[in-house]
T-cell receptor, first 117, second 117 residues
């Protein structure tokens, strides 16, 4: 069965520090997608990145970077030089082929990130 | 519209009453999803639509929950005889499946906060 684990429930750092959010997943499928979403206090989930299981290249987007390692089933997310606006709950998610080609994203329980000024 | 919209944004109801929650997906998005997020929890999948049909209703928690979608656009999630444990944020998402649905990114609305007294 598929599963996504975000072991860090809450993280608090001082502004400008780097912070890494961990995500470990379980799947029996060889083809799957991984996602990160941000949920700011306003509540709306904001899509950050999608990565398919065949692409293990790390990705950098501004202060955000993602480290995908199939060998350890991890898809970690790092924010460099954190800012107060980064404060949010971050969700890691897994999508794999289901019956009838239905799509059901399995979300982790989320990591609440607080950036202190 | 530019994004997924949901109404109402907040709903307070009395136990035993029926409620209807509405989702208007991004224009042209054929796939639509409903999720539930209880306080401080991750996202729980409820139901998924491809066009007007629902291939996956596996997440509906009880027969008090139902959903429909007409015209391949707006969807309504109905909860009958609401219970206090139904209190949660109900999130809607949509995607445009260019390939198979499970490969696509879902874009979320702001949610409806339901409180059952």
């Amino acid at each position: 069965a598929q599963k996504v684990t975000q072991a860090q429930t809450e993280i608090s750092v001082v502004e400008k520090e780097d912070v890494t959010l961990d995500c470990v997943y379980e799947t029996r499928d060889t083809t799957y997608y991984l996602f990160w979403y941000k949920q700011p206090p306003s509540g709306e989930l904001v899509f950050l990145i999608r990565r398919n299981s065949f692409d293990e290249q790390n990705e950098i987007s501004g202060r955000y970077s993602w480290n995908f390692q199939k060998s350890t089933s991890s898809f970690n997310f790092t924010i460099t030089a954190s800012q107060v606006v980064d404060s949010a709950v971050y969700f890691c998610a897994l999508s794999e082929r289901g019956y009838s080609s239905a799509s059901k994203i399995i979300f982790g329980s989320g990591t609440r990130l607080s950036i202190r000024p | 519209g530019a994004g997924v919209s949901q109404s109402p944004s907040n709903k307070v109801t009395e136990k035993g009453k029926d409620v209807e929650l509405r989702c208007d997906p991004i224009s042209g998005h054929t796939a639509l999803y409903w999720y539930r997020q209880s306080l401080g929890q991750g996202l729980e999948f409820l139901i998924y639509f491809q066009g007007n049909s629902a291939p996956d209703k596996s997440g509906l928690p009880s027969d008090r929950f139902s959903a429909e979608r007409t015209g391949g656009s707006v969807s309504t999630l109905t909860i009958q005889r609401t219970q206090q444990e139904d209190s949660a944020v109900y999130l809607c998402a949509s995607s445009f499946p260019i390939r198979e649905v499970w490969q696509e990114t879902q874009y979320f609305g702001p949610g409806t906060r339901l409180l059952v007294l």
